[in-house]
């Protein structure tokens, strides 16, 4: 396991990377299985080292350069097409990081993130409001859940939002829906942010991740009520 109680400040180094390749390896290894071809774990690898890596711009470009691969092909399918078990990679994560960060302080926090676009094709992009440029803006916005305490912070769970341009019931929606793979559960209605925080707060609940407080800003307000259900007692 990588070591306990280090909160990283900025970008490690490619030497720091190197000395936990070990760690990493073991790491990787251990979500072999939810992979199912070789070539989906080596891509895992490589996504992961560059990304903990110097690169500046964590773009496929970038990463595939790294990687020593000629284009970012390779990692492109494996993000869009290779087959896995994605909640399963999900939740394995998550219990890695309740192992390695669960203190008596320990938080879940819920917010959203937006990443602007400028094309109509990535999933769930449309125009929307997005806290990263506080405005209305072509973006693609997630809620996320992290897991904090003295010990460390990491991202556990994420559910992306689709919006009315995504989630609906005509031919349109479906079609955009499953050329870019989204499940068919997701396509048919909107699921508010809140609903989607309230999701990951049930996930974490039923894998009993231990926290004192649940946080979320006052756009998730409807949380507090189900967040203060979470610590009272379970039968």
């Known amino acids: 396991m990588l070591p306990l ?25 251990s979500v072999d299985d939810v992979f199912a071809r070789p070539a989906s774990r080596e891509n895992l690898r490589a996504m992961v080292r560059g990304l903990l890596s110097e690169v500046p711009r964590k773009n496929m470009w970038q990463l595939a350069e790294f990687a020593g691969h000629p ?28 192992a390695a960060l669960a203190a008596d302080d320990a938080v879940l926090i819920a917010d959203e993130s937006g990443d602007i ?3 109509t094709k990535t999933a769930g992009v449309q125009r929307q409001y997005t806290g990263t440029a506080g405005r209305i803006e072509n973006a693609q916005v997630s809620v996320c859940l992290s897991y904090g305490s003295s010990r460390g912070r990491t991202l556990i769970d994420r ?10 019931t005509t031919t349109e929606h479906e079609r955009r829906c499953a050329e870019q ?5 997701r396509a048919t209605t909107v699921a508010t942010k809140p609903e989607l925080a309230r999701r990951m707060l049930e996930r974490a609940l039923d894998a009993s991740v231990p926290f004192t407080y649940f946080l979320a800003d006052e756009a998730l307000e409807r949380l507090v009520e189900a967040a203060e259900r979470s610590r009272a007692p379970r039968a």
Do not use: H, M, T
């Open 5 to 29: 109680g280090v909160v990283w400040a900025g970008e490690l180094s490619e030497s720091d990377v190197r000395s936990l390749d070990g760690e990493l390896e073991a790491l990787c290894a």
């Open 71 to 98: 284009n970012p092909d390779r990692l492109q399918g494996f993000l869009a097409k290779a087959a896995w078990d994605a909640d399963e990679f999900r939740d394995r994560v998550r219990a890695y990081a309740v």
């Open 117 to 119: 676009k400028k094309g």
């Open 159 to 168: 559910e992306l939002y689709l919006g009315r341009v995504w989630a609906g």
């Open 181 to 185: 793979g989204i499940p068919p559960e």
